[in-house]
Structure formats: C-alpha cells, structure tokens
C-alpha cells in the first residue's frame, strides 16, 4: 500500500479539530495527517491579534513543511484554507504533490477573501467586525441555522462547532493574495460539495473569481453536501482524498 502525506488546512472560525474524523480515517488506512491549527484559530487562539493576516497562515503551513521535513504532501485546503494552501504551494511547489480544493478554489492575484462575495457582503461584514468583533474579529456564523435540514449534521455536531469555533481575524480575509505562479505547476482537484461542476462551468467564464477553476491541470469530485463536508460527510471525504493521492 503506498503511504501519502496529507497536509489538512481548516477554514474561517476553524481548528484542525474539524478534521479529526477525516484525519482518522486516513491514518487507520495507513496514510500519514497533519491538520494545522492556524494562527489564533483552534489550540493556538491564544495567538490571535489585529495583526494576524493571510501572510501568517501561510507561514504556519511553510513552517510546517519545513520543520516536519515533508515531501509529495497532498495539501488540502477548505474554504479561506484554500488560499492558506495555494500561498504555501506558490512558495514551495516541489514539496507539493496535488492541491485539493474542498468546496473552494484560489482567488486571481491581488483578490481578497473579504470580497469573494461582493461588495454588500463584505459591507455587511465589516459592520459585524466593527459591532461584535472588536474592530479586528469576525464573528462566527450561527452554525444552527446553517446546519438545519443539513443530512448528517445533528445536534451534537453543530454543538461542537458552536464550541469549537472562534472569531476570525479579519486582517485574513482583507490582505489580498499575492502570488508568483510557481503554484499552477502543481496538479490540483476541486471536491465539489455546495454546487456541481456543471454550475462551475457555467459560472467561470463570466465571474473573474472562478476563473483558475477552470484553467490548468484540474480534476474533479463531487460530493454533494452543504460547505462543511468534513462536518457532514467525513468517512466519503476521506475516500475522495485517498483516492487522488496518486
């Protein structure tokens, strides 16, 4: 059997805790994990300051790879983790074997998370920011509405992400990307779980933020589900991940 090394990177408000049913899974089929804590998120949320930004996730998961030695790592990124793992990928692309977006994608050079959505979005949570969030945090969601009627997702689980979840430093999602290109050499698969590739494609050639989506060496899974499959769907997510490691 061969053996891969995953690199698991969480999402907004999230520890590597979300990952741990994934993350077991795929050591009980012989593989090596790493899920990131990222700065002021999960057990490291002690780290957390106005001047935590997109640049210092992706030092953590640099740093990572540096210090554990790591080498033909799958690096998988959810969410805002997306544009942690593509930063990191960007600055070492021969440490990375495949880059796996789970229900994301990286954003064009020079686009901030904060405005994947649009301007009113980003307006709105600005105004979180500033009410609830200290001028420098924002909120999590209210996982509760988010999960009802959600298959899979009871009440212990949204539990667990209402205690497990903390603010996110909103220098994150402000800082705009900024990359090189060395990352595209790197092969990479879109898991699909919030919308089909189908709308992808649809949606790519007229919205700018689909657009490396689309171009280069893409493979795709989907797995239908709400934006948390970890949360959802753990055991079938592993299998997805197992499955591209070659």
């Keep these: 059997m061969n053996t891969t090394t995953y690199v698991l990177v969480p999402g907004f408000w999230l520890g590597a805790w979300v990952w741990r049913p994934v993350a077991d899974s795929l050591r009980e089929r012989g593989h090596v994990v790493h899920a990131v804590d990222l700065s002021g998120m999960g057990e490291r949320v002690h780290l957390a300051s106005p001047e935590t930004d997109l640049t210092a996730h992706i030092d ?47 954003l064009p ?10 301007p009113e979005a980003r307006a709105a949570n600005d105004d979180l920011v500033m009410t609830h969030g200290q001028g420098w945090k924002l909120p999590p969601p209210p996982w509760a509405a988010l999960a009802a009627a959600v298959p899979g ?19 994150t999602a ?4 900024a990359l090189t290109g060395s990352w595209e050499r790197v092969p990479r698969t879109g898991v699909l779980c919030s919308f089909s590739l189908e709308q992808l494609q649809q949606m790519a050639p007229h ?16 797995l239908p589900t709400w934006h948390w499959p970890m949360i959802s769907r753990p055991a079938e997510l592993a299998t997805v991940l197992e499955s591209v490691s070659g």
């Design 207 to 222: 919205a700018p933020v689909f657009a490396h989506m689309v171009d280069g060496d893409w493979t795709y899974v989907e």
């Design 174 to 177: 402000t800082q705009p990307v």
């Design 153 to 171: 997702v009871d009440d212990a689980a949204v539990a667990a992400l209402v205690e497990g979840s903390q603010p996110q430093p909103w220098l």
């Design 109 to 118: 050079d020079g686009m901030a998370q904060a405005d994947f959505e649009g």
């Design 60 to 106: 953590d998961v640099v740093r990572l790879l540096e210090q554990q030695d790591l080498h033909d790592v799958v690096l998988v990124g959810h969410s805002y983790g997306a544009l942690v793992t593509t930063g990191a990928a960007d600055r070492m692309p021969e440490r990375v074997a495949r880059l796996v977006y789970v229900d994301s994608g990286p």
